[in-house]
């Protein structure tokens, strides 16, 4: 039995493992990775081949920068599992595999073996790379057209920046790249005989032309990175990412465009918005409320008293700071200088109640009203919870039961704080397993210990008796009978 156990151990740990940013796949785990990655790379080795073991310090380079952008790249011993290079049509080693629609389509890379040529390769199977402009009202129509694009004007395709800047387009598949060929463009367009490579973005007030004279591939790849975020962007999937997912401090305005004071506000943030230098990477964001994205964000956000509505947001949007004053240009610039010091007020999500009731003895929290009750001079039981687990709904009941029993012989109060609907200022535990603090005066506050999701009636009648400050009209001590 113990053998037993000691393989399955030892199964898992290796359908688990990775080794330098690489998966390992072999037989019994391959249709459970494939079947999970829909886009992986994937390194075929041989143990006892001097090139491919040359080869892999390369290929964990890039697995290592692939993984920072989410793909995917693993390792197949291709000697042991044949039938996995069998179903990749793979018969030399060193070899590294495309594998798209969870390992149904692949395609082989061929190309020297460096890291920065393997990650390049992969960009330009999955991205189409930029776009050829053949007359100047296509480029004027595209010009009106992108939130924010990059072209670049060259003389012909043998020209070496180009060539640098087409490998590099591949790379971003959410950007616009183009490129043209027409004689005189820089000219049309206003640029100078030198320029080369310029950015477009809607809301500025003109592009940003790229300056050195030679395009290097480092300095290609700052331009690009610096000047992916135009200064005023709608909100979209691509934009929530970059907030929640990639720790970019933001300034959002939710708008309705129908108002006037909101279209005003708008123009005030569009105007400081570009007062910023390029280099600055604070993100400006407008959301109508008709963005069909909207709800999801109120959701992160929380309830706010109307439109036009400022927030900033910063932590992956854990953090965030309301404006509360006037949309006037020196009343937003204060708040872009107070958010950025750390200075602004901050604002907890906090959802809306028809009734801020849950039964006669027990009052719901918001994120709002949290502050009043730890601030208060007077004795407070909070229940924290989580709405999308039964457990810790099915004891709702159980602890109104119980407040109604203090109730009847003390000054204690009770409520009870939904975790997943709002945000409280001081509250941040894991809620596996719901939480319960009692609170006497000036933020102090006691756990109550549990290691359950059961309301033991007994212990938190005693604990609440001997950490309040108030008498209780009883003759009880409590009784000291333990559930777990």
């Keep these: 039995m113990y053998f037993q156990i000691a393989l399955s151990i030892l199964i898992l740990y290796a359908q688990a493992k990775e080794e330098n940013d690489l998966h390992v796949v072999f037989d019994k785990n391959s249709k459970q990775f494939f079947e999970k990655n829909e886009i992986s790379m994937i390194f075929f080795y041989t143990p006892q081949c001097g090139h491919c073991e040359r080869f892999q310090p390369e290929v964990e380079k890039a697995a290592k920068q692939l993984k920072e952008e989410g793909f995917v790249f693993a390792k197949v011993d291709g000697h042991n599992y044949k039938d996995i290079a069998k179903q990749f049509e793979v018969n030399g080693f060193p070899s590294v595999i495309l594998s798209q629609d969870h390992g149904n389509k692949y395609k082989k890379f061929e190309g020297p073996r460096t890291s920065d040529s393997v990650i390049m390769w992969m960009y330009e199977q999955l991205n189409e ?145 570009l007062d910023h230098p390029h280099e600055d990477h604070l993100l400006f964001i407008k959301c109508s409320v008709t963005n069909q994205l909207f709800p999801e964000l109120q959701k992160q956000i929380g309830d706010f008293n109307g439109t036009p509505a400022l927030f900033g947001l910063q932590k992956y949007g854990v953090y965030k700071y309301k404006f509360n004053q006037a949309f006037t240009k020196q009343n937003i610039d204060q708040f872009i200088l107070d958010f950025k010091n750390g200075k602004a007020q901050k604002h907890y999500k906090s959802q809306k109640l028809d009734n801020p009731n849950y039964t006669q003895n027990v009052e719901i929290l918001t994120g709002n009203s949290y502050q009043r009750v730890i601030n208060s001079s007077e004795d407070w039981v909070i229940f924290y919870y989580n709405s999308y687990d039964s457990e810790h709904v099915s004891l709702l009941p159980e602890f109104a039961e119980v407040a109604k029993l203090i109730t009847q012989i003390s000054k204690v109060k009770f409520a009870i704080a939904d975790v997943t609907q709002n945000e409280y200022s001081d509250f941040s535990d894991p809620t596996d397993i719901y939480k319960i603090r009692i609170y006497k005066g000036n933020k102090n506050y006691t756990k109550f210990i549990q290691k359950v999701n059961k309301i033991q009636r007994d212990r938190l009648i005693t604990f609440i008796k001997e950490h309040s400050n108030y008498e209780f009209h009883d003759d009880t001590k409590g009784s000291h009978r333990d559930d777990l």
């Design 129 to 273: 790379g930029t776009k050829e402009l053949k007359t100047i009202q296509q480029i004027k129509d595209q010009i009106t057209q992108s939130q924010l694009m990059f072209l670049y004007m060259a003389e012909n395709q043998e020209d070496r920046g180009f060539k640098r800047y087409k490998d590099y387009s591949h790379a971003y598949g959410n950007l616009e790249f183009y490129h043209t060929f027409l004689e005189n463009v820089q000219q049309e367009l206003g640029f100078g005989p030198t320029d080369s490579l310029v950015a477009y973005k809607k809301y500025d007030k003109s592009p940003v032309v790229y300056q050195p004279k030679q395009i290097k591939v480092s300095d290609l790849k700052a331009f690009i990175e610096t000047n992916q975020f135009q200064r005023l962007q709608e909100y979209n999937e691509d934009v929530a990412k970059k907030i929640f997912k990639q720790d970019r401090s933001t300034l959002i305005l939710l708008v309705d465009e129908t108002q006037m004071k909101d279209r005003n506000a708008h123009d005030a943030l569009k105007s400081i918005s």
